[in-house]
């Protein structure tokens, strides 16, 4: 089986698109910042701030 190198991008799995909805949710809502996000879900603050910032750039 070949491992997929580092650099390469692999396809995020269920529980990453789980996380990734639900922290955009979040923000969308407008009720919660990204530390207190990134602690419900379990997340780093650097994880969540990246996850608004690709979807900010997929919206322009």
């Known amino acids: 089986m070949m491992r997929a190198r580092a650099n390469e991008r692999t396809a995020p799995t269920l529980h990453d698109q789980i996380n990734q909805e639900q922290a955009l949710e979040l ?34």
Not at 28 to 38: V, Y
Not at 44 to 60: L, P, Q
């Open 27 to 60: 923000w969308h809502a407008g009720r919660d910042c990204t530390r207190s996000i990134a602690a419900r879900l379990g997340l780093s603050e650097e994880e969540v701030c990246a996850i608004v910032e690709r979807a900010e750039r997929r919206r322009v």
